[in-house]
């Protein structure tokens, strides 16, 4: 069923779960994702972002192809915008019937976010839509790892009062895109965040994170754990790997459908990780 993002995120928040957010890209990592959140019986947030939109040249038809998907889930599945850097995109996405959205303006300036990710809360809540925003700097967007980023308690409460975000994504040790998990996370800061901010926590770049220390970051307090390029990861190499020792095949379903079963394991395994059910 598709499900309101805060419901969801909220819930596992008051109890001390841990909610996977995944990002598709193809329509069969929304196929993957729902079908490992089902085994797993566990919640799911797909999140489609604003790089996923640029690849597909626009928001609709993969949007609308995942809103479908979660529809006919038989576990909550929430669709999300991640990433989006483009408040009309934003409002596509509001327009198309995504739960929620994370605003981006992590880039900008602490006022210029500020003022920048207000106003697109007011908008998306007006839809009844939950916003996500991000306050100091995850690196590796741009494939320059910067796990040395941190952002500060005290501002992060005052971001998060003077803008009236839903969630907030924070820096403790994390960086997108990495193929090794050994990030090294700040667990005492996601407990002071925890403790300050009164909204859960969204931890980016979670592919470089290890089973462990995941588990350790939803103890410590994180609550929305964002996984991507780890179960590209899966996906690819369950392709590989057939295309290998297939080499006649040109059926695109045959090769595919490895690679949505491995994305599918792989999944509920990282829910019971997340403590997610
Ligand atoms: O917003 C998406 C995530 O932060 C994913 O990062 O590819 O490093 O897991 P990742
Ligand atoms: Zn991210």
Redesign the pocket.
Known sequence: TLTPTGEIVDAAAAAGRGVGAF?VIQLEHAEALVAGAEAAGAPVVL?I?ENAVRYHGSLAPIGLATLAVARQSSTKVAVHL??AENADLVAEAVQLGFTSVMFDASKLEYEENVRATAEVVRRCHAAGVHVEAELGE?G?KDGVHAPGARTDPDQAREFVEATGVDSLAVAVGSS???LTRDAALDFDLIGLLRDKVGVPLVL?????VADADLTRAVEAGMTKI?????LNNAFTTAVRTYLTENPQVVDTRKYLAPGREAVAAEVTRLLGVLRSN
């Open positions: 990002n999140q972002s991640d990433h995850v590796g997108h895109a990495m980016h770049g979670s592919s470089g964002n996984i991507a390029t780890h």
